[in-house]
């Protein structure tokens, strides 16, 4: 899931997976989804 990360993909069905997208939008969510 790391590739989706930053990326425009499916909407995020829970409320972290959310903030998470959010947060890849800056680059950091990326390592967040890894763990």
């Known amino acids: 899931m790391i590739m989706s990360a930053g990326l425009p993909t499916t909407p995020p069905?829970?409320?972290e997976a959310k903030a998470?997208?959010?947060?890849?939008?800056?680059?950091?969510?990326?390592?967040?989804?890894?763990?």
Do not use: I, V, W
């Open 13 to 15: 069905q829970n409320p």
């Open 20 to 35: 998470t997208n959010e947060l890849s939008l800056n680059g950091k969510g990326a390592s967040l989804d890894c763990l």
